[in-house]
């Protein structure tokens, strides 16, 4: 499975709005499936069904 990169677009409450870096598409996550550390702006890996904060 390929890694996706996004942006952290929007944090509301429990969830997070992440743009993909190649489409442009927006999807909506939960806040429990992300790192802490995650902010507004700034960049998630998606790989091995897993988010990592880039930073």
Known sequence: ME???YVVSL???EYAILTDTNTGEPITV???LLPEEIEEGGI???ENFTYIYVG
């Open 44 to 46: 998630v890996l998606y």
């Open 30 to 32: 939960a806040m429990a």
């Open 11 to 13: 944090i509301n409450g």
């Open 3 to 5: 890694s996706r990169q």
